[in-house]
T-cell receptor, first 115, second 111 residues
Framework: DVKVTQSSRYLVKRTGEKVFLECVQD?????MFWYRQDPGLGLRLIYF???????EKGDIPEGYSVSREKKERFSLILESASTNQTSMYLC??????????????FGPGTRLTVL | GQQLNQSPQSMFIQEGEDVSMNCTSS?????WLWYKQDPGEGPVLLIA?????ELTSNGRLTAQFGITRKDSFLNISASIPSDVGIYFC???????????FGKGTRLSVIA
């Protein structure tokens, strides 16, 4: 089974703090994604990566950055957390192998509260 | 960014009833997926559809890939309390592009 893990289920930070959200997948997937989920807005793509050291902006990248130093790990960074970044953050991964369906598999989510 | 129109936004149903929800897009997709998210968890894949007209079942769940390639629906038969959650449709229109998600249908089941 694909397993996507996220470093924290719940996180409380203060405005202005630097925040790291870590995601690790164990299926050797090339693709990794970060979403945020807010009531009534569904899942919105922040950043994604198709390979190590590669990153692409999603629909709402402002205020975020990412790091992909190893294939299995994709980090989301809030350089200076703000209250409007309080949200549920979801990491996902998928395979680039055309021989298998490339559905995205999600982690359990990190609920971040910025005070 | 591109979004799918998913309806209804929420549903309250009695246990045992059948449920139907759908997604539409202004553009063509070549993959449609349906996910379920339990409270406090990440979405889990329910059904994947890869061909126009395809009808696929997973237990009490049935999903179809519309023949126009611009829509999909999900049916749940004989609902039970554990069906409670948010159901998301998702689509992809080419290759390795990221999935586009609907805003979700929140399902509540009254015992």
């Amino acid at each position: 089974d694909v397993k996507v893990t996220q470093s924290s289920r719940y996180l409380v930070k203060r405005t202005g703090e630097k925040v790291f959200l870590e995601c690790v997948q164990d299926m050797d997937h090339e693709n990794m994604f970060w979403y945020r989920q807010d009531p009534g807005l569904g899942l919105r793509l922040i950043y994604f990566s198709y390979d190590v050291k590669m990153k692409e902006k999603g629909d709402i990248p402002e205020g975020y950055s990412v790091s992909r130093e190893k294939k299995e790990r994709f980090s989301l960074i809030l350089e200076s957390a703000s209250t409007n970044q309080t949200s549920m953050y979801l990491c996902a991964s998928s395979s680039l192998d055309s021989r298998v369906p490339n559905e995205q598999f999600f982690g359990p989510g990190t609920r971040l509260t910025v005070l | 960014g591109q979004q799918l129109n998913q309806s209804p936004q929420s549903m309250f149903i009695q246990e045992g009833e059948d449920v139907s929800m759908n997604c539409t897009s202004s553009s063509i997709f070549n993959t449609w997926l349906w996910y379920k998210q339990d409270p406090g968890e990440g979405p889990v894949l329910l059904i994947a559809l890869y061909k126009a007209g395809e009808l696929t079942s997973n237990g009490r769940l049935t999903a179809q890939f519309g023949i126009t390639r611009k829509d999909s629906f999900l049916n749940i038969s004989a609902s039970i309390p554990s069906d409670v959650g948010i159901y998301f449709c998702a689509g992809r229109n080419s290759g390795n592009t990221p999935l586009v998600f609907g805003k979700g249908t929140r399902l509540s089941v009254i015992a």
